[in-house]
């Protein structure tokens, strides 16, 4: 090793060290979480942060039953599939509109919908409570798929349409000699080729429509309705100090959004450069 790239290495020193403490800050609720899950209530009293002495079970068969984990996950996933799905077939022909009409008219309506991303929801919270209430839809899924819809396509229009930029102007070019019309592009060339913009806008606004709160707690007044988050809510008022349930029943409401990223991985990390490199 000369002393160039002992140089090299050492100033790199304090950023690793950043970075492993912040990662250590940031995996240690997790690990709290996960071992407190597989905790006796007595013993999360007793040995809070350490490993389970007597592992078990029960706290999981336990926030299942008495939060009714079923109807619970079933509303979320109506709701996040629905909404996602409406969203990103959406915010990609919109995308695929103003790329392939590169005007004024369609950078301006580019810029207003990325405008949207800089706005809060709760800003907009209001006048979307008032049309909802006044389309009838309150204590509805539609009500709230509309919202989480609205809420989510300034950001897929911005990410997909950096994505469909880069589509390389030989190939689109050749399909259209093949014969391939407006839409048949669409469908065979631009959102084939954006399917990691696609995960990326899967992942990150998913998980924003995953773990809401604010909206179904507002909209959706019958318990039947739930969702994960005002479910697992109501779960730990009844069962306020009983921390092994409450950290049982996070940890259910949280693998799903887990396993996600997991298997959307390769594809989230390659969207999230999307535009960033010509």
């Known amino acids: 090793m000369n002393s160039r790239t002992a140089t090299r290495l050492l100033r790199r020193v304090p950023v690793n060290v950043l970075l492993i403490v912040l990662s250590i800050l940031m995996i ?6 996960v071992i407190t899950a597989f905790k006796p209530n007595l013993e999360v ?3 809070p942060t350490g490993l ?4 078990t079970l029960d706290n999981f068969v336990t926030s299942w039953n008495e939060a009714n984990f079923t109807n619970l996950f079933a509303n979320s996933i109506l709701l996040t599939i629905v909404s996602m799905t409406v969203a990103t077939f959406v915010a990609a022909l919109a995308s695929y509109a103003i ?9 301006g309506i580019y810029l207003l919908l990325a405008a949207g991303i800089f706005l809060p929801m709760q800003l907009a919270l209001v006048p979307q409570f008032r049309v909802v209430r006044d389309l009838g839809l309150i204590n509805s899924y539609a009500g709230v798929i509309l919202l989480y819809i609205a809420g989510a396509l300034p950001f897929g229009v911005f990410l997909m349409a950096a994505f469909m930029r880069q589509v390389p102007r030989e190939i689109v070019e050749a399909a259209v000699i093949d014969g391939a019309g ?3 592009l669409f469908w065979r060339i631009f959102f ?4 990691p913009a696609v995960a990326t806008f899967w992942v990150l606004q998913g998980v924003g429509v995953w773990n ?3 909206v179904p707690q507002l909209l959706l007044t019958d318990p039947g309705k739930r969702t994960l988050t005002t479910g697992v809510l109501y779960f730990k008022a009844q069962y306020l100090a009983d921390w092994g349930n409450i950290m049982a029943a996070v940890l ?3 693998l799903p959004i887990l396993l996600l990223f997991v298997f959307a991985q390769r594809y989230f990390v390659s969207g999230l450069y999307a535009g960033a490199v010509k």
């Open 212 to 214: 809401d709160y604010l």
């Open 192 to 195: 084939p080729l954006a399917r």
């Open 99 to 107: 790329v392939r009409q590169a005007t004024k008219i369609g950078s």
């Open 45 to 47: 009293l007793t040995n």
């Open 52 to 55: 389970p002495i007597s592992p």
């Open 252 to 254: 259910i409401m949280s």
């Open 182 to 184: 407006y839409f048949q």
């Open 28 to 33: 240690y609720p997790l690990v709290i979480i």
